[in-house]
């Protein structure tokens, strides 16, 4: 797959079709990401390392998750016009669902911990080995989910939202690292009849909201994942080189969570600095090692042209003299979730 940005996907709107108007209305359902392509990073004046990234943490990150509660809710109209909720019942797998997608990403390793998060972070409070010297971070999460239908002109719009409150904490240092919240939305067009029965579109029947919350939550979950894979870049060390120095080999491969297309920092530490090199992209093996193919030098930083021209001069020697690393820009997400996300698109009449 040719991607030109990571954690780049299509425009997630619903299209509003006006029957009688002139103009559609977009309506933007996330996910809200940071992202980083190549045409961006090859227009900035000046090659800069993303901010987060350390060399200790070029290795897979060892990452508890853990879902505390799911509480869902639809808001509905009552006999005397009154807005009410109740129990949303496709939510109560949701937790579930979560942790598995969390699994999938390849530059954590994951132990999911569904509805067991309240105790497991007061045993790792207590200092409990066992929980403890098996990961690095852990991601705590709560998760609602609401309904709403919003009648329209000709149709009811029924919309499904996720809100995630997130924090990850350290546990080497038992400081939070992060927090944040993550919202996924999605709809659905339905057509309803003066007697209140669904005449036409969206039937929202278990099967279909479960499928709409998960597309909902699933963005969400986008969301976090992105804010991890910008916290926690992912990297390695240059290893070999060819005579050009045109074409380089990293010690990380898809496994390692380097993602195809994604473009990398190349530097070196010169006298405890990070000194930039060159902006490269990675075209990642499936296991142990990616291609890193050049794409910009650093030529106008005046800290890098000394090493650059050392390197021009023979890069396979510069490599034995040095360590040099990579580290990416953001982080690619599964294919199985951009699938996810992409294919909800909808039209439907305003």
């Not at 299509?10 to 990401?33: Q, Y």
């Not at 972070?121 to 690095?136: C, H, L, M, Q, S």
């Not at 990616?290 to 390197?311: E, H, M, T, V, Y």
Request: glycine share 8%.
């Amino acid at each position: 797959m040719n991607l030109e940005r990571i954690f780049s996907f299509t425009a997630l709107a619903i299209l509003l079709a006006a029957g009688c108007a002139t103009t559609d209305e977009i309506v933007n359902l996330g996910p809200n990401l940071t992202t980083f392509s190549k045409e961006e990073l090859m227009k900035r004046k000046a090659i800069t390392l993303p901010p987060g990234y350390n060399t200790d943490n070029f290795r897979k990150i060892r990452m508890n998750v853990f879902f505390e509660s799911i509480d869902g809710k639809e808001k509905v109209v009552d006999s005397d016009g009154r807005i009410v909720e109740r129990q949303l019942a496709a939510s109560q797998n949701l937790g579930a669902r979560l942790q598995g997608a969390m699994a999938e990403l390849n530059r954590f390793t994951v132990r999911s911990d569904y509805n067991r998060g309240a105790a497991l972070v007061e045993n790792i409070r207590k200092g409990e080995e066992d929980v403890k010297r098996d990961a690095d971070i852990s991601l705590s999460c709560k998760v609602t989910a609401t309904k709403e239908k919003e009648k329209r002109y000709d149709d009811t719009l029924v919309i499904y939202e996720v809100d995630v409150d997130y924090s990850c904490e350290d546990l080497k240092t038992g400081d939070v690292a992060f927090a944040g919240h993550a919202k996924g939305r999605t709809a659905r067009s339905q057509f309803v009849g003066i007697t209140g029965r669904v005449t036409g579109g969206f039937q929202d029947t278990p099967a279909n909201e479960k499928q709409a919350v998960e597309q909902a939550a699933l963005k969400a979950v986008v969301e976090i994942a992105n804010r991890l894979g910008n916290e926690y870049p992912v990297g390695g060390r240059v290893i070999g080189t060819t005579a050009t120095g045109e074409k380089l080999t990293l010690d990380k491969g898809e496994l390692d969570g380097v993602g195809a297309n994604q473009m990398c920092v190349v530097f070196i530490n010169d006298g405890g600095v990070d000194v930039a090199l060159a902006l490269a992209e990675a075209f990642p093996k499936k296991a142990g090692t990616s291609q890193l193919s050049i794409c910009r030098w650093n030529d106008g930083d005046k800290d890098a042209k000394p090493l650059l021209k050392q390197f021009k001069a023979d890069p396979k020697a510069f490599l034995d003299a040095n360590k040099v690393y990579a580290v990416g820009y953001g982080m690619p997400v599964p294919p199985e979730w951009k699938k996810g996300v992409d294919d909800d698109k909808y039209r439907v009449a305003k």
